[in-house]
Nanobody, 124 residues
Framework: QVQLVESGGGSVQAGGSLRLSCTAS????????MAWFRQAPGKERECVAA????????YYPDSVKGRFTISKDNAKNTVYLQMNSLKPEDTAVYYC?????????????????WGQGTQVTVSS
């Protein structure tokens, strides 16, 4: 069983930066594929960053490419999402997800463990 806890959300003006953290307890993240998803009101949950179990592969949709960076620190059992040049359309609840049965994935149904979410609000 893996428990995931996100932190680092908050309110920021457009153009600003935030770093989200997702810390795991119960298991080491070394053998887990990880991802960050977000969900805005009335919209489907979408993947904004994913990293493979080995950490050698990453994914970003075009909407965040060049602005968001996912990284994994196995020693700290933590995954980060660095978000720069934030836009109002980045406003959403951000969720961390993990799974050890996959190598790499970008759809919510492929992840078995989820954090509780952290709110990110970007004002113009």
């Amino acid at each position: 069983q893996v428990q995931l806890v996100e932190s680092g959300g908050g309110s920021v003006q457009a153009g600003g930066s935030l770093r989200l953290s997702c810390t795991a307890s119960g298991r080491t993240l070394t053998n887990y594929a990880m991802a960050w998803f977000r969900q805005a009101p009335g919209k489907e949950r979408e993947c904004v960053a994913a990293i493979s179990r080995s950490g050698s592969s990453t994914y970003y949709p075009d909407s965040v490419k060049g602005r968001f960076t996912i990284s994994k620190d196995n020693a700290k059992n933590t995954v980060y999402l660095q978000m720069n040049s934030l836009k109002p359309e980045d406003t959403a609840v951000y969720y961390c997800a993990a799974d050890r049965t996959i190598t790499f994935a970008t759809t919510p149904k492929q992840y078995g463990y989820w954090g509780q979410g952290t709110q990110v609000t970007v004002s113009s």
